[in-house]
Antibody, heavy 116, light 107 residues
Framework: EVQLVESGGGLVQPGRSLKLSCAAS????????MAWVRQAPKKGLEWVAT????????YYRDSVKGRFTISRDNAKSTLYLQMDSLRSEDTATYYC?????????WGQGVMVTVSS | DIQMTQSPASLSASLEEIVTITCKAS??????LSWYQQKPGKSPQLLIY???SLADGVPSRFSGSRSGTQYSLKISRPQVDDSGIYYC?????????FGSGTKLEIK
């Protein structure tokens, strides 16, 4: 059974950093691209970043480029999102997802609140 | 960026109706279009991929189609459990973009 479990969320002040993790199991992690998708409270879904299977290429939405870094450790079957210079508009539930073109499996999500 | 214009924003339907939700892409996306269902407090679930293919375990009352750059999700004889918010996604090019969502209530 495919499982994706996010962790690392919480309350953080504007301008500070936070690192999210996503532990994967039930599939060969190193064979798949992975992504982060977020959802602000009461809002729709927004793609954040994607990393290909071996980590050699990454893609970001413009609003997080230069502030967020997606990475992976295939030996640990874990996906990461390093979030720096956080802004209030980054407040959202962050989901990790397996990407096969579409996002076919999603984690349960982790909440990030950016507020002073 | 590719814009996905989703409609309607909300709708209410009975068990006997056919429900149709549409997403129009601002340019061609070569059928890299998927549909998701999200229930309150839960993560989204994949329903349809490549515009018309049913994801594993999804009931056959769900189907997808395309006409030009307009994509449709149809639910035939919906169940009460189909209530939720539905999103389309284009994964043709970055930034990948979702539609704004359709809130569906089945009475």
């Amino acid at each position: 059974e495919v499982q994706l479990v996010e962790s690392g969320g919480g309350l953080v002040q504007p301008g500070r950093s936070l690192k999210l993790s996503c532990a994967a199991s039930g599939f060969t992690f190193s064979d798949y691209a992975m992504a982060w998708v977020r959802q602000a409270p009461k809002k729709g879904l927004e793609w954040v970043a994607t990393i290909i299977y071996d980590g050699s290429s990454t893609y970001y939405r413009d609003s997080v480029k230069g502030r967020f870094t997606i990475s992976r450790d295939n030996a640990k079957s874990t996906l990461y999102l390093q979030m720096d210079s956080l802004r209030s508009e980054d407040t959202a539930t962050y989901y990790c997802a397996r990407q096969v073109g579409p996002f076919d499996y999603w984690g349960q999500g982790v909440m990030v609140t950016v507020s002073s | 960026d590719i814009q996905m214009t989703q409609s309607p924003a909300s709708l209410s339907a009975s068990l006997e109706e056919i429900v149709t939700i549409t997403c129009k892409a601002s340019q061609g996306i070569d059928d890299y279009l998927s549909w998701y269902q999200q229930k309150p407090g839960k993560s989204p679930q994949l329903l349809i991929y490549d515009a018309t293919s049913l994801a594993d375990g999804v009931p056959s009352r769900f189907s997808g189609s395309r006409s030009g750059t307009q994509y449709s999700l149809k639910i035939s004889r919906p169940q009460v459990d189909d209530s939720g918010i539905y999103y389309c996604l284009q994964s043709y090019s970055t930034p990948f973009t979702f539609g704004s969502g359709t809130k569906l209530e089945i009475k």
